[in-house]
């Protein structure tokens, strides 16, 4: 079975979000770089049916040179090998488009992604990736179960779960849940040492087209003081909520 | 062209998440000079929910093989009869996971996450989210046709009642790739995204046992509840209670946090509640910088009151 994990490289969950001064762009400045934390919920459960099943898990991740140290860190939790697509991404269908073209002859069985990066919060280069492929799409998988020519998908609904089996190949799109939080792989020594060796090849780019363009960005207003309510007033603060914020 | 909005319905029946999608096409048309046709699935809801939205057209499919969800089988269904530039989706799992398919079908740009009213509409350009809450994105699609996703609680459900009609379209769309084994809707309770009022709890909790207090709070205020990213962790509550960066992004008109500190990766996911109510013994917890009204004090002794006090508002 062959894999393709796609990975996203993004600012760490704790970064605080700037601008340039034009507001034209994201302020890179200072930024640390991890694997968007839904694609390592995906890259792990691939590196289960690794274990497991004898996956090939091949990670592609669509950047510049400067994403290479996030997709070394893929290499050291034990994907086989990986691909760069030598892009700087605009947009999700840009995105999507380099993902499919490398998909298209990699013969892989199943696609898994995170259901969305943490930085543009798109949603949506897994499904365009499933579509531009015509392959079955799942999202927001919370477990997920390999048989054969099958997948056995649990994806979560507004209010509940539904499991569902997907004919292979397919595209997966994972959360929290995927695996737990707990069995998300930290790399070790050897893993470090060996990703350095790993295959990481270097692709051109196949479309330039982009369909969003990010014209400006603004960063959330700050909220004005909070008002501090005594423990033993709460009827004030039962008198703020329904007659200041009007929300009771 | 007439603006298209995807009306989502579970088991038959609208979703919230629907009528924000209608009354968010309605805004656009509106702007455009033009009229909302609303597309749903087998729906058993009656079209004049949406009417009263602004949707002067319905166009039901019904279609046996969709009883089930498939994202590409949906996608195909909705670009059999969506024959518009502009087409409104909800910003619900379900509909996120076709517009992007639909998209790619129609070759439209495709701007998920949308907050506010389109800012112009050729090119189209509108605000939406970024950044998991932590920032916004001015976008602009390229090209003649556009795909939005309209973020759930952020522009809100607006009456704007129309004289509308129905039309039913008979399909069959191939829907082999996919089949649900079994299917799990717990009863009852609140769609945490669609809630108005979310009640959050984390690990000053101490432990599972004592979130009977937060589901009593909450059934009090007619609330969804949620919790932090460790708590999740840990598993005293489920993960798709989790509210943050990493878990789901909520906009509820109250946000009610007791006894989680405010990491930024759970403001991420909470910051754009439009009143948000801090309860916590440490004072200098981070979360009361970013709180509208603060209570510093014991969670065990401040909920039970507090419920009882809204319970005595509430007659």
Redesign the interface.
Known sequence: MKILVCISSV?D?????N?TADKSA?DKNGIQWVIN??DEFALTKAIKLQESQGAVVTVINVGDAATEPVIRKALAIGANDAVRVNLDPKD??ST?KEIAAVAQNGGYDLILCGKES???????????V???LN??????S?GLDVNGSEA?AV?????????????LP?VIAG???LVD??DLIIPNMRGIMSARTKPLQVVEAVSSE???????????PP??A??????DN??E??R???EE?K?? | MAVFVYAEN?NGVY?KAAFEAVSYAKAVADQAGDTVTAISVNPTDSSDLLYKYGASNVINIKDDGLK?????AF?QAVNEVADGNTIVFPH???A??????L???KN??????VLEAPESLSPF?V?R???????????????NGVIITVSQNAFGVKENAVSGSEEVKNLSVAN???????????SG?L?L??AE?VVSAGRGLKGPENWGMIEELANV?GAATACSKPV??IGWRP??E?VG???K?ISP??YIAVGISG???HL?GV??S?????VNSDPEAPF???????????AF??IP??TE??KA?KG
């Open positions: 600012p969950t704790t970064s605080k979000i601008f994201f934390p839904l999700s269908y999507a943490i930085d543009y919060n798109g949603g949506s280069v897994p499904g365009m499933a579509q531009l392959q079955p799409f799942v999202n927001a919370v056995t994806r979560e609904i507004e209010g509940g779960k539904e499991t569902i089996s997907v004919k397919a959360q929290k849940g939080e707990k982009v369909k969003v363009q990010g014209v400006s960005y603004d960063s959330v909220r004005a909070v008002k501090i309510v005594s423990a709460l009827d603060l039962v703020l909520l329904h914020a929300v009771i | 579970i979703k089930n969800f498939s994202a590409k996608a619900t799992t379900d996120s996971s076709v517009a992007p398919m998209a790619v079908m439209y740009s495709l701007i998920t996450n350009q605000k989210r970024a950044f998991s809450g932590k920032g916004f994105m001015h976008a602009k699609a390229e090209g082999e790739d996919t089949k649900v084994i079994s299917h799990e809707q717990s309770k769609d995204k669609e009022i205020l999740s962790d993960h798709t989790h960066q990493t878990g992004a008109n109250l990491a930024i990766q991420a910051n754009s439009k009143t948000i109510v801090v009361f910088k970013s709180a509208d009204y603060g209570v510093v004090g014991d002794q401040i009151a507090l006090k809204i508002l």
